[in-house]
């Protein structure tokens, strides 16, 4: 789990430039959005899109547990791992 932790932090970084940060930088546990990293709405539409294109994930912007699922790197990857073996 901690490579897949890796793994998305550095989705993070690459897919929304941002240079500043390294992926030591980022909490498991610090919310991703607003408070914690300050990601926003457009931010999560360019991170859903890296990780439909990267893992073959389809996330439903519209269904209610995927504001859960991305409210820190901790969900994101139990989501993310969770998806992968549900496709497999």
Known sequence: M??????LKLLIIESLAL????????DDAAPLFIDGLGLDSID?????LAI???YNIKIDANEKQTQQ??????????YVAQQVVVEN
């Not at 901690?2 to 793994?7: D, F, G, P």
């Not at 999560?44 to 859903?48: H, N, Q």
């Open 2 to 7: 901690e490579q897949l932790k890796t793994e």
């Open 19 to 26: 240079e500043d940060i390294s992926f030591s930088d980022i």
């Open 44 to 48: 999560a539409l360019e991170l859903g």
């Open 52 to 54: 439909k294109k990267r």
């Open 69 to 78: 699922h991305f409210a820190s790197i901790n969900n994101l990857a139990a």
